[in-house]
Each structure stands twice: as C-alpha cells, then as structure tokens.
C-alpha cells in the first residue's frame, strides 16, 4: 500500500487547512486509515482515524469540534478537515493505514503503511 499525503501549508491561527491522502496498491476499503502528527521536539501523536466503511470517527480530545475526517472509498483517498487552527496544531501530518483491524487504532505501532508527511504550520 501506497500513501501519500497533501495539503499542507501556512495558515494564520484561526484559519482552516484540508489534507487528504491517496492510497493505492490494495483495496481501499479495507483499511483502518488514521492521520498522526509530530511536532518537533515531541512524540507522533494521534489525530483522528476513521473505519472501513466511514461508520465509525474517533478523534483526539485535543481536536474534536475542530477537524473532521471523511473517507472517500470510491476516489481512495481520506481526508483530514482542519478548522480553527492553533499554534499547537503546527507538526508534521502523516496518513496511515491499517491492514488488519475492523475498528479503529490509535496507538502508532498499530499501522502497517504510512505516508511521507505533510508539513502544517499555524501562525500566531
């Protein structure tokens, strides 16, 4: 499985940013998909992930009310709707994808595929 993420930039704080991330090489609905961040200096932190078939949402305390993940199995692709922006939101975004499980994960170690990384800076 190939993942490849996008969307990234720099927006002022309070503004929105979209990314979205292309899977090939395995059938789509198949996978757990997630979106990770890292910041420097700290751990790779989950975002949000989101089930096979789009039913089931889990996001991190620290973003709920403020992103939102679709799916789009037809297109491939996930995405992760980024609203009200923080300076604490600034990291590195990685999509991920689960090959195994039917409900979503949130620890790292639990994704077998793994985007390049996609830069979101917020300024102050």
């Known amino acids: 499985v190939q993942l490849q993420a996008s969307g990234g930039g720099l927006v002022q704080a309070g503004g929105s940013l979209r990314l979205s991330c292309a899977a090939s090489?395995?059938?789509?609905?198949?996978?757990?998909t997630g979106w990770f961040r890292q910041a420097p200096g700290k751990e790779r932190e989950f975002v949000g992930g989101?089930?096979?078939?789009?039913?089931?949402?889990y996001l991190a305390d620290s973003v709920k009310g403020r992103f939102v993940i679709t799916r789009d199995n037809a297109k491939n692709t996930v995405s992760l709707q980024m609203n009200d922006l923080k300076s604490e939101d600034t990291a590195v975004y990685y999509c991920a994808a689960n090959q195994n499980s039917a409900r979503v994960r949130i620890g790292a170690e639990e994704y077998d595929y793994w985007g390049q990384g996609t830069q979101v800076t917020v300024s102050s």
């Open positions: 090489g395995r059938t789509f609905s198949s996978l757990v």
């Open positions: 989101i089930s096979r078939s789009g039913g089931s949402i």
